[in-house]
T-cell receptor
Framework: NAGVMQNPRHLVRRRGQEARLRCSPM?????VYWYRQLPEEGLKFMVY????????ESGMPKERFSAEFPKEGPSILRIQQVVRGDSAAYFC????????????FGSGTRLTVV | DQQVKQNSPSLSVQEGRISILNCDYT??????FLWYKKYPAEGPTFLIS?????DKNEDGRFTVFLNKSAKHLSLHIVPSQPGDSAVYFC???????????FGTGTRLQVTL
């Protein structure tokens, strides 16, 4: 029973490139959440998705960031034209229903922008 | 505007003693609180939670206390073990019960 799988674990991008972060939720989980942890800070909510729907994107920066959770395949967090300030650990979590009670987090993707 | 505050960035405790981690929140409407534990290079793992209708919840060595009037919760670990060394985050359920708001974390070091 695999947990939440995130890949890649580490991603290095030059300024201006695109970063694509993938998250496969736990089997049977149809709710996916993305969080970002900047250095020396707590995790900050970015977006909550169900299959083919964005439910809450109140934590997403207005530009360059987008997320999707297609009918088939993993959830993708896409960051276009990355800047140094995007360097952070990005965590995905999944739950079987739309509540925070049963979150399971993945191990994260550490993005470094050089 | 920090809604959840963990004012102690670090804590060192001897093995076998009690560890007490503290968390304050600003909104008296918050009604569900969680503690997560995080090791380096791993995602947070759920530890224990408490609803606002209770003032205490216990699970083995871990107990969470909630003081609603003070808007304060604490996590007690007793006895502390070296494997408990990690960063501990408190979190509250906000929004439409789907979003977690985290504190900045407390790094616990349990020494031999």
């Amino acid at each position: 029973n695999a947990g939440v799988m995130q890949n890649p674990r580490h991603l290095v991008r030059r300024r201006g490139q695109e970063a694509r972060l993938r998250c496969s939720p736990m089997k049977g989980h149809s709710h996916v959440y993305w969080y970002r942890q900047l250095p020396e800070e707590g995790l900050k909510f970015m977006v909550y998705l169900q299959k083919e729907n964005i439910i809450d994107e109140s934590g997403m920066p207005k530009e360059r960031f987008s997320a999707e959770f297609p009918k088939e395949g993993p959830s993708i967090l896409r960051i276009q034209q990355v800047v140094r300030g995007d360097s952070a650990a990005y965590f995905c979590a999944s739950s079987p229903q739309g509540a925070g009670y049963g979150y399971t987090f993945g191990s994260g993707t550490r993005l470094t922008v050089v | 505007d920090q809604q959840v505050k963990q004012n102690s960035p670090s804590l060192s405790v001897q093995e076998g003693r009690i560890s007490i981690l503290n968390c304050d929140y600003t909104n008296s409407m918050f009604d569900y609180f969680l503690w997560y534990k995080k090791y380096p290079a791993e995602g947070p793992t759920f530890l224990i939670s408490i609803s606002s209708i209770k003032d205490k919840n216990e699970d083995g060595r871990f107990t969470v206390f909630l003081n609603k009037s003070a808007k304060h919760l604490s996590l007690h670990i007793v006895p502390s073990q070296p494997g408990d060394s990690a960063v501990y985050f408190c979190a509250v359920l906000t929004g439409t019960a789907s979003k977690l708001t985290f504190g900045t974390g407390t790094r616990l070091q349990v020494t031999l």
